[in-house]
């Protein structure tokens, strides 16, 4: 993964003492709260129902054991023993006072983290695929990309005052693991049609929120040495011409549907013109330099087949082990490796949060298998990449002592959940709650799994952190006159058939949201066909038969 | 004399004409003139060459209008090499990005303490990405 160099560690310790020196003026009273409010956002920090909650960047998704090792300390030392990993990779401290937060980002900065840019209406953390560079798929790896994006953006000075937050997701797949539908702009790594090459399919206005919007596409294929000078030249136009008299129409997807993709290209190509082989043109070196840091590590040569065999035997013997392998691991390039998901889904803790004890216990498991990295994923879940399966097992053994080997991973069950009322300031509803209803009523694992691959996404509001428009069955947390209730939409899907998924009809209380849930599967599986996903079924059916079923008056 | 910030020290402000809108500005001006821009009217909206211009001044009407960053930048890659000042509602802690945006001065609209604020132009040392007050990337010079 990426190293800083002095020069990184200079800008990012300069940017704690920055916020030291802002927040002690903010704590005498010499910047008033208004001015205060996008400083802090900038550096990660809201200020909650309960506490102030703390956004740390992992950029990209990609972190060290060491780091984790400080994240556990700093949520034993600065919050109350557990950390949540939020839908952008990201990490969140929902206890921290705001005096300690210049210590905490010392702290970060001492193993090269930070929280910049993680909130406010500047250009957030770049996702990527929690796979990259190890899927059996992937054209290239997208992660170098993501770093050179990092850096570009990275205290930016032209595009710290937005007309909204801004994001960025990268793709090197075939299948789509990084929502870059979903996203201001979409960067997916494609060959040219005749040449071969790769560049990068430019896709913008996509986005969640308020207003569901699949991106479109600007650039159907840009040489790689122009992305720089091309994303400037998108972000100058929004900049520009972005809405902001209304919050809620101020993001890209609303101008890019407001002028037409065609108009706006038009915009784009014409400040691109200006900067289009200028000083922040790539260089070979720097591209070179980059992928320098997403070398494969040491891999041995391994006999890919026996070890498969082994952990069949294994699984055969230890059918719960098996059951496991199943469900969590996933192929991997190199024969003899697996890649494995560490579920943070286990019934009874909310969906994403990890205490200081188990993050401390991953970071020995990377440190044992997994070369000492690991991935945050925007399912909410750990990624470690490369496991040797002959290491399967006992890893395995190890995670499920600590309860995080709940084989879940894809299902049901694997609740995509946003913090929620519990937590957050802006939430309409409890989304924490209904994730843990559906869990326990859904508590056999045969039953969810029979149903096949199933995105469940929950929101606390419109703001869509639990990404709810693009679950197969979304639940949107809504506020009716002070009371709590949940809209129900199908049909939504992040992969690369995107889609928004529709509102099923009038929303429901707490209290009948398993019941909910329980009549729609009930549905799907009376009318599925073979072994259709419950995706594919709705695609073939339609809204109506679930809402027939739900809203059926009782006899 | 008001005081302003200017190339890094507090200084009396200078500009003794009128500052103009940029629809009461001629084509071709006998004098150096002064423009003042804001939000949704850019540099596209002065009539005139930029090489008449001898002072542009930058109405924030708010600190979080982000708009008169992307002016200030796109007025020095045109070419001019005058006065840019920030006026209006901006704040100190983004006199960093304002200058290297291409803001040389800044005219608070609420009074602050000038040479307190002058630590804010230096809150970073070196930058990741080219812009005004460094045209080159940081990749070109590592």
């Not at chain 1, 889904?345 to 990377?366: H, L, R």
């Amino acid at each position: 993964m990426y190293v800083y160099d002095q020069v990184d560690q200079r800008i990012i310790d300069e940017r704690v003492a920055q916020f030291r020196d802002q927040t002690q003026r903010f704590l005498a009273g010499d910047i008033a709260e208004e001015h205060f409010l996008p400083l802090r956002l900038q550096n990660g920090l809201y200020v909650q129902r309960l506490a102030p909650m703390l956004r740390i960047a992992v950029p990209y998704g990609m972190m060290n054991s060491a780091q984790l090792r400080k994240l556990a300390e700093i949520s034993r030392n600065f919050d109350k023993g557990y950390a949540h990993i939020s839908t952008r990779q990201n990490v969140q401290l929902n206890w921290p006072e705001l005096a300690d937060v210049p210590d905490i980002l010392a702290e970060l900065a001492s193993v090269q983290m930070h929280a910049v840019q993680t909130s406010g209406n500047c250009i957030r953390n770049t996702t990527t695929d929690q796979f990259a560079g190890v899927a059996v798929d992937e054209l290239e790896d997208p992660r170098p990309w993501c770093e050179i994006i990092r850096q570009w953006s990275t205290f930016h000075p032209e595009f710290a005052f937005l007309p909204r937050k801004f994001k960025i997701a990268v793709c090197g797949t075939e299948s789509d693991r990084a929502a870059i539908h979903a996203h201001d702009i979409g960067l997916e790594l494609v060959p040219h049609p005749d040449s071969g090459e790769i560049g990068f399919k430019v896709l913008a206005g996509g986005g969640l929120g308020r207003t569901p919007v699949i991106g479109s596409v600007v650039c159907e294929w840009l040489p790689k040495k122009h992305l720089i000078t091309y994303l400037e030249a998108i972000l100058r136009v929004y900049n520009q011409l972005g809405r902001r008299d209304n919050k809620y129409k101020a993001r890209i997807k609303i101008l890019v549907k407001a002028m037409g993709v065609e108009a706006f290209r038009e915009h784009v190509e014409e400040q691109w013109k200006a900067l289009k082989d200028g000083p922040s043109t790539l260089t070979d070196a720097e591209i070179d330099r980059c992928k320098g840091f997403f070398t494969e590590p040491a891999y041995k040569q391994i006999d890919g087949l026996a070890a498969a065999a082994t952990v069949k035997a294994q699984g055969e013997q230890n059918p719960e082990f098996g059951n496991w392998v199943t469900r969590n691991t996933v192929a991997h390039r190199v024969p003899g490796y697996r890649i494995v998901n560490i579920s943070l889904k286990a019934t009874g803790y909310a969906p994403g949060d990890i205490s200081d004890v188990q993050m401390e216990a991953v970071a020995d498991f990377a440190d044992q298998y997994a070369f000492g990295e690991l991935r945050s994923t925007h399912q909410q879940n750990l990624v470690l990449a490369d496991v040797e399966q002959e290491h399967l097992f006992d890893l395995w053994q190890k995670l499920d002592a600590l309860g995080l080997a709940t084989a879940n991973i894809g299902y049901l069950t694997d609740v995509i959940c946003c913090p929620g009322g519990d937590y957050c300031a802006l939430a309409n509803a409890k989304s924490i709650p209904v994730a843990e209803a559906i869990q326990d009523r859904f508590d056999n694992l045969d039953y969810v799994y029979d149903l096949g691959p199933l995105d469940l996404n929950i929101s606390g509001c419109m703001n869509a952190c639990g990404h709810h428009h693009i679950g197969h069955i979304g639940v949107l947390g809504v506020d009716k006159k002070g009371a709590e209730f949940y809209q129900v939409s199908l049909g939504g899907s992040q992969d690369k058939d995107a889609s928004i998924g529709k509102i099923l009809g009038p929303s429901f209380q707490q209290e009948d949201m398993a019941d909910v849930i329980e009549k729609l599967l009930t549905t799907f599986v009376g009318l599925r066909q073979s072994e259709e996903s419950f995706l594919d079924a709705y695609r073939r059916v339609g809204l109506e038969p679930f809402k027939e079923a739900v809203y059926a008056k009782a006899d | 004399m008001p005081k302003l910030i200017k190339d890094g020290r507090v200084v009396d402000d200078q500009w003794q004409g009128e500052i103009l809108q940029p629809e009461q500005i001629p084509e071709s001006p006998a004098a150096p003139v002064a423009v003042q821009l804001e939000p949704g009217q850019g540099p596209a909206t002065i009539p005139c060459a930029l090489s008449n211009l001898g002072l542009v001044t930058i109405f924030f009407p708010a600190f979080t209008d982000g708009r008169c960053f992307s002016y200030a930048r796109e007025l020095r890659e045109s070419g001019y090499t005058g006065e840019i000042r920030a006026t209006g509602h901006f704040i100190r802690d983004q006199l960093f990005y304002l200058q290297r945006c291409g803001f040389n001065a800044f005219q608070f609209a609420e009074e602050v303490d000038l040479d307190a604020c002058l630590a804010s132009l230096s809150d970073f040392s070196e930058s990741y990405q080219a812009a005004v007050d460094q045209p080159e990337p940081l990749f070109l010079r590592r």
